[in-house]
């Protein structure tokens, strides 16, 4: 069942467990791993008492209490998790998992410093841990030393290969630098794979109005929108013939069509007033 843990292929896992604990009914290893299966597929209520009860046999199982840690943080118990996390640090001062996930926690108690420190003991212990890197580099940008997460983002990158996130990331680091063009080249990355993301539309339409490309910039806002859809769907509404934005100029005899959204469309239009 180990293999099916690492392949995601959670349901066929859980059956093979459940028949080792058939056989076994308390076998230490196959309870931790039942644990963690239940909280992959989001049912950390059902983990927590199979997890208290593997590690009452084994105390010292410092993977057991890692997987708690992960448990008490999916039922938003973060100081709790917290303190699992350093109490299997503790007891294996090299478990590299356990600063990562100890850094995401502290993260979320915004104790940024700390975090930092973690995230940096786990690359230290595992060079090629890459969410510890993508990690440090997160924690730079939030702390708005993007410079710092740029080379973080890189390292991640020559690690893990194409990665839409972090071509985006890396995006909004450059913008906030005011390297407007280095900025746009990775948002073309990210959006080349994934122009989905509905965060990187709304960025790059604000790239592209600080470039004061404001047709461009409403592309990717409207699209974001689907106004397109909101007209079809609003028909009956007279004023509503053809959207206001045709070009980088506008017609003060156009009708302005206003829906309950604030943000980059708002400074798209005024900014090219």
Request: proline share 3%.
């Amino acid at each position: 069942y180990i293999i099916f843990i690492k392949q995601k292929k959670y349901d066929l896992a859980l059956k093979l467990v459940n028949s080792v604990l058939k056989i076994i009914p308390n076998y230490q290893p196959a309870l931790r791993d039942k644990a963690l299966i239940y909280f992959q597929i989001n049912k950390p209520d059902y983990a927590l008492p199979i997890i208290e009860k593997s590690i009452s046999q084994n105390p010292k199982d410092y993977i057991a209490i890692n997987t708690l840690g992960l448990i008490y943080g999916s039922l938003k118990l973060h100081p709790k998790a917290k303190q699992t996390f350093e109490k299997a640090i503790q007891i294996n001062p090299k478990y590299a998992t356990s600063y990562n996930n100890l850094g995401n926690t502290l993260q979320i108690l915004n104790n940024y410093n700390l975090a930092l420190i973690n995230f940096k003991k786990a690359y230290e212990i595992n060079p090629g841990f890459d969410e510890s890197i993508n990690n440090i580099a997160n924690i730079y940008s939030i702390t708005g030393e993007y410079k710092k997460s740029i080379k973080y983002y890189k390292i991640a990158l020559n690690k893990g290969g194409v990665n839409p996130t972090i071509y985006y990331n890396i995006g909004v680091a450059y913008f906030y630098l005011n390297q407007i063009d280095k900025a746009e080249y990775f948002y073309k990355k990210s959006y080349k794979i994934n122009s989905n993301d509905e965060k990187l539309k709304k960025n790059y339409s604000l790239l592209l109005l600080a470039k004061q490309e404001y047709k461009k910039a409403w592309q990717f806002f409207d699209g974001r929108l689907h106004l397109d859809e909101f007209v079809s769907k609003n028909s009956s509404i007279s004023n509503i013939r053809n959207k206001l934005w045709k070009d980088s100029s506008i017609n003060s005899n156009d009708k302005i069509l206003v829906i309950k959204e604030q943000g980059a469309g708002d400074e798209i239009l005024h900014a090219s007033m």
